[in-house]
């Protein structure tokens, strides 16, 4: 286990939320004789969200809390993003257990007193020194924490389900750290990170990027290569552990990561390491949180998206940005670079925002994270502009759950899905192709309609970009080899043929009648006229196949090679 001196961070270029990165873990012989004075105590049953923050606590994560707040800092935290001393704490971290056991144990504790907190298996995994005890008001955390006591916000609805009335603060003193399975191999501490950065890749710099129920897509991707322009390395940090059922399963989304990391990263500069979290995540504070957590990792950027801790309909779309106008990103002591809604462009044929793309919704594909888990579980593979193959394609493996309705629907309206990620569709027939006379509603798009508008992105996302590039370097090659024969050999046909129609057309208006002796059967002169001006201007808009001797003119600058290497001098 890596231990690091305080005096160590002094020579890196990040420093830990409030001066100093939290080791509340036990070992050697202190844990020897904690464990045994555990089972000497009143012991606290704790479910595995507490055991998770317990552990974050710990090692460091949500450093400087040595453990749960005391009633000042809880109200400070709740009411003014601080703690009771000034420094920036977006979230409480409060202890109020639930249950008729655990309620008989908290009457019986006292400011002083120590109690053991158990696992569901009964295994003691933390002992925490009571240094307040105070009431906890539900409503009161739910209003000031989240914006709403609305019991259908994931974060209320935890702090009602989970939460009692009474509220134990005080440091904790970790005993054991839960396994976390197949995530186990990933698993690193603050200290572990701090590490690897700073004393053996040597970075100069690293950008944190936390991100949640969906698999890693262009819209991700697109943020990490812009920062890797910058900055020296990157840390990853999927959520795993506490999520909904239709989120895609987290071992499937770590593995997703893996995939195109390893395909399309560089390698040694993007580090994969998981966040086993709780729900003191959840709302534009969650965002605040997250940077703090990216700074204990050592982290120098924290890269945040448009709906970087967005729930539903609860909060703006920009929330997560504007948050930063209360809690300024000097103040938080790490740089934080705040990015737009990336969509795929497919004229320009890349990954854009709204910042550096001039083209509209005809074009676009959005990268909808939500969108995305429905087309999978529809068993769809999403177009390869928003998702890469080896992503998708392990991704649609952890989607619960699994499949459709008898009525072949999803847990969100198919009509949902298309117009937020294909919004083209509602008034194009196709990307990039002409309005519809009457615009499709979202209430009237059926499974049909996903399969349609995916066959047309899948054909056509990157034909766009690619013709018009064939008709720029038609045009364009002065080395003719480039263009393919057939193509110039075409347009010569389609001249040779137009010009045939024309001296048929000039035969025809000599011979054509100043006045036709049945209108509706011959044709006069101004008539025949106007068809063969027609076939002429016809022959002027058709593209004209190149030759390489048709573009000798454009090189009338040629000089001979070894004036070109600065030689003036005549050949002797």
Not at 120 to 135: S, T, V
Not at 385 to 394: G, K, Y
């Amino acid at each position: 286990m890596l231990h690091m001196s305080e005096s160590k961070f002094a020579s890196y270029p990040q420093q830990p939320h409030g001066g100093e990165l939290v080791d509340r873990v036990a070992s050697g012989e202190e844990l020897e004789e904690l464990l045994a004075k555990a089972k000497q105590l009143p012991t606290i049953m704790v479910d595995l969200e507490a055991v998770i923050t317990l552990e974050m606590i710990a090692t460091g994560v949500l450093s400087p809390n040595v453990g749960f707040m005391n009633e000042v800092d809880y109200t400070s935290v709740l009411t003014k993003g601080r703690l009771a001393n000034g420094t920036i704490w977006p979230v409480p971290l409060s202890f109020a257990p639930i249950g008729n056991r655990n309620q008989e144990v908290i009457q019986t504790l006292a400011v002083g007193d120590e109690v053991t907190l158990a696992n569901e298996e009964n295994e003691p995994i933390a002992i925490l020194q009571i240094e307040d005890k105070f009431a906890y008001d539900k409503e009161f955390r739910a209003a000031h924490l989240f914006g709403t006591t609305d019991r259908d916000h994931p974060g209320v609805d935890a702090i009602y389900r989970r939460m009692g009335d009474v509220a134990l603060g005080g440091p904790i003193r970790l005993l054991k750290r839960v396994d976390w399975g197949p995530f186990e191999k990933l698993r690193l501490e603050p200290k572990d990170t701090w590490h690897d950065f700073y004393e053996v890749k040597k970075f100069k710099s690293a950008a944190g990027f936390i991100t949640g129920a969906n698999p890693l897509h262009r819209g991700h991707e697109y943020i990490h290569k812009n920062a890797l322009e910058e900055v020296d390395g990157l840390l990853l940090q999927p959520l795993v552990e506490m999520a909904k059922r239709e989120y895609t399963r987290h071992e499937f989304r770590m593995l997703s990561y893996r995939s195109v990391l390893d395909t399309y990263y560089p390698k040694g500069r993007s580090i994969l390491a998981p966040l086993r979290v709780t729900y003191i995540f959840a709302g534009p504070r969650e965002t605040i949180l997250h940077a703090l957590i990216m700074k204990n990792y050592g982290c120098t950027h924290a890269l945040i998206g448009r709906d970087h801790a967005g729930i539903g309909d609860y909060y703006d779309k920009y929330a997560s940005h504007s948050i930063f106008d209360e809690f300024p990103p000097e103040e938080l002591g790490i740089d934080v670079r705040l990015y737009h809604e990336v969509f795929y462009c497919t004229r320009c044929d890349t990954p854009s925002t709204v910042q550096s793309c001039p083209h509209d919704e005809r074009y676009r594909i959005n990268i909808s994270g939500t969108g995305i888990r429905e087309m999978l579980r529809h068993g769809i593979m999403p177009p390869k502009e928003i998702v890469r193959p080896e992503s998708a394609r392990i991704a649609i493996q952890g989607i619960q759950p699994k499949g459709l309705d008898e009525n072949e629907n999803a847990i969100s309206p198919v009509g949902k899905t298309i117009k937020s990620m294909f919004p083209f569709y509602l008034e194009r027939t196709r990307l990039g192709g002409r309005k519809r006379v009457t615009a499709l509603t979202v209430e009237e798009l059926t499974n049909f309609d996903l399969e349609m508008v995916n066959l047309d992105v899948r054909s056509n996302a990157d034909r766009i970009y690619r013709d018009v590039f064939e008709e720029y370097s038609n045009a364009g090659d002065t080395n003719r080899h480039l263009q393919p024969d057939w193509v110039t050999e075409a347009r010569d046909a389609l001249q040779t043929q137009q010009q045939m129609v024309i001296s048929d057309l000039e035969v025809k208006v000599k011979q054509a009648p100043h006045t036709a002796s049945d209108e509706f059967m011959y044709q006069d002169k101004v008539e025949a006229e106007r068809e063969l001006d027609v076939a002429k201007q016809i022959l002027a808009d058709l593209p004209k196949g190149l030759r390489a001797e048709d573009v000798d003119y454009r090189t009338w600058n040629v000089l001979p090679y070894q004036r070109y290497r600065g030689s003036d001098e005549p050949n002797k």
